[in-house]
Each structure stands twice: as structure tokens, then as C-alpha cells.
């Protein structure tokens, strides 16, 4: 039987929640990857942007794994700007690495009051310069709601993440060495963008395996209503063109992509109920990335996208601990603790040796 065996990897970029959901999901992140990066949007608009929340966050996750290698970033928002030399100092002596922005109003939990348009004005502008001056990682969630360009008029949700392209443009140009993850990248336009920077810029983009499957037809109708919620995320899954060119880009070998699941969960009345973005993907999360891989004929290049290119980026050795996964069919459950689960009830053909 077909298997393969590579080090075990590191998502950079999921979302772990809190509490008795957080005891609930870690063991499929941890069964899964050796670390990774915790989003801190946590459920009832806690955000952790502070000091204190971000290293008690921490120690709840070393808690419950202790060998887990968790990168938990500060989320940028209004109380935290406005003092980036010391905050980015503070920030240093604890070791956090990552700073991460979700603009608001566009997916769950954002930065109140904050959009991308705000990374033009001070005190934000401030703080670029502190983190591209110290090499700490901006992880930036890439989408805009509205377009100055057009007075202002929305911008559809299958285009907020091409639209933003210039965002990340103007940073490029006025932080060249500012170290930049673009989450959750599923626009071609984004991938071709970032695919065709020169080699000195510090960026990278994470995919995650929903974008490279679900189309934005089976999330929307025409009039760009969600009709299966299940199935809806941020960034929105995009078209045919697009995920080809996301699938393309994880099979690259290009050490600017890789692995991050932006596994989310929601409670399944939620989820139906008020239509929450975010997508449980943890419990099959490696078993998809294979299975793309093995599609397009580059089963050599799953352990530098899953397991080695993250780690590089984020100045960690790649894990030593294995994992195998066992061409093996599977059915996948449809719900855990009443969190649906991405592909859920689905038979995937690869599994992971327990
Ligand atoms: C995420 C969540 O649920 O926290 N949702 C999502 O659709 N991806 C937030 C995020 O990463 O944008
Ligand atoms: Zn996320």
C-alpha cells in the first residue's frame, strides 16, 4: 500500500479557540502538525492584544501539549497601537515573533475600527516601522470591504483579496524589509503577485486546503448570497482559475508557500444560524494536502510545504518528529463536539498511521 513518512509539519496559521473548544480541537492540530501559529480572535470579541492575554493564552496551549511548538501572535488593534517602540521591545522580550492584523468587519472577530487604509496613517505607520526594523512578522489577513477608489462602494467578497493587492504593494515599496505573511492566500491574482516578487522582499503566503478545493459556486449563489454555510470561510473560495493556481503554487517547491490550515471551528448552530466564517479543517487537514500533492504528480515536495518552508520563514528548525500517511480510504466524520467538519462525510483516500 501506497504511504509516505516526512517530518511532522507546522500549520501557521489556525484558530484554537478557547476553553472546553480548545481541549475539544487541539489533539486533531496536535495528531496532525508539530506547531504552529494560534490566532488570537478568540469567541466573544476577546481578542488577545495584550501582553497578559498573549502569554496566558500560551500557557493554556503548552497545557494541554507541552511539545507542541505554539506561536501565539499579538493581534494588532486600537488599544495596541500608539506605543510601537515599546510594545515591539516588550514584544522582543517574550519572544513573541509575530504580529497578525484582521481588518474589520471582514471575517470573524476583526480589529474594530481598523482596515487595511489605516496602514497608511500614524500611530500604525509607527509601528511597520518598528517590526520591519526588529524582523518581527506582520501576518496580515489580505481582503478589503470597500473600495476608495469607487467612493467607497463595497467590493464583492470575491474580490476583496485581489483588491487588496495594492495594500501589500504599498508596504513592499515603503517596508522593503519587512518580513510579510499574506494568510490564507486564494486569489490567482495574489498568488501570481507574490510569486513574481523579486527574491529580496521577506514575503510568504500560507494556503490552506479549502481554498484548493471548494468553489465559490457551491458557497454562493449568483447575487453573492451564502446558501451552504458549511462551507463558508474568509477569504471566500474562489473560482476554478483559482484554485488550480493554489494548487499549483503548493506543489511548487516555491519556499514562499506554505502550510496553514486557518482550520476554524464554529458550533454547528452558529455556523448555520448567523452564517460564521471559518472552516474546521484540523481533523483532515494533512490527509487533503497529501492527496493534492499525489494529484499533481509532487508527493517530493509535500514535506518542504507542510513540514520545512513554514519553520524556515519563522526561524524554527523543521520538526524531527515523523508522520505517515497510509493511502488508505477513509470516511470522514461529519461533525466532532458539534463542530462540522470540513469534507465531512466524505471518503478521502489517505489517512494518517496513528
Ligand atoms: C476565522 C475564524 O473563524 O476565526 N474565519 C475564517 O473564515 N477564516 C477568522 C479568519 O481567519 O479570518
Ligand atoms: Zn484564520
Not at 106 to 119: H, I, K, P, R
Not at 219 to 243: S, T
Amino acid at each position: 500500500m501506497k504511504r509516505i513518512t516526512i517530518r511532522k509539519g507546522f500549520d501557521a496559521h489556525m484558530h484554537l479557540r478557547d476553553g472546553v473548544m480548545m481541549s475539544d480541537v487541539l489533539p486533531f492540530t496536535t495528531n496532525q502538525f508539530a506547531g504552529g501559529v494560534a490566532m488570537g480572535n478568540l469567541p466573544g470579541n476577546e481578542v488577545l492584544d495584550s501582553f497578559e492575554k498573549n502569554l496566558a493564552y500560551l500557557e493554556k496551549i503548552k497545557a494541554l501539549a507541552p511539545s507542541f511548538n505554539a506561536v501565539v501572535p499579538l493581534m494588532v488593534t486600537r488599544e495596541l497601537l500608539g506605543r510601537a517602540s515599546y510594545i515591539v521591545k516588550t514584544a522582543l522580550k517574550h519572544g513573541i515573533k509575530v504580529f497578525k492584523f484582521i481588518p474589520a468587519g471582514l471575517t470573524t472577530n476583526g480589529a474594530e475600527g481598523l482596515t487595511l487604509y489605516d496602514l497608511y496613517t500614524n500611530p500604525f505607520t509607527e509601528l511597520l516601522e518598528e517590526l520591519e526594523e526588529n524582523g518581527i512578522i506582520f501576518s496580515c489577513h489580505f481582503e478589503v470591504g470597500t473600495s476608495r477608489i469607487h467612493d467607497d462602494a463595497p467590493v464583492q467578497m470575491l474580490w476583496q483579496e485581489q483588491e487588496a493587492i495594492r495594500f501589500l504593494q504599498y508596504l513592499l515599496e515603503v517596508y522593503p524589509k519587512l518580513k510579510i505573511v499574506v494568510e490564507h492566500a486564494s486569489s490567482y491574482a495574489m498568488i501570481y503577485f507574490i510569486e513574481k516578487l523579486p527574491e529580496k522582499y521577506q514575503v510568504a503566503a500560507t494556503l490552506t486546503p479549502h481554498h484548493a478545493i471548494v468553489n465559490y459556486w457551491d458557497v454562493c449563489n449568483p447575487d453573492g448570497n451564502i446558501y451552504e454555510p458549511l462551507k463558508y470561510c474568509k477569504p471566500v473560495a474562489k473560482q476554478e482559475q483559482d484554485i488550480n493556481v493554489v494548487k499549483l503554487a503548493m506543489c511548487s517547491g516555491n519556499p514562499r508557500f506554505f502550510a496553514g490550515t486557518d482550520s476554524a471551528p464554529h458550533l454547528y448552530g452558529i455556523k448555520l444560524s448567523q452564517k460564521s466564517a471559518g472552516i474546521f479543517s484540523a481533523p483532515v487537514a494533512m490527509q487533503t494536502y497529501t492527496e493534492i500533492f499525489e494529484q499533481l504528480g509532487r508527493m517530493e515536495y509535500l514535506e518542504n510545504f507542510t513540514s520545512v518552508f513554514g519553520p524556515q520563514f519563522y526561524g524554527f528548525q523543521p520538526s524531527d518528529e515523523k508522520i505517515t500517511l497510509v493511502k488508505e480510504q477513509e470516511r470522514v466524520a461529519s461533525s466532532l463536539y458539534d463542530i462540522p467538519v470540513f469534507r465531512g462525510g466524505d471518503v478521502i483516500p489517505w489517512s494518517i498511521i496513528k
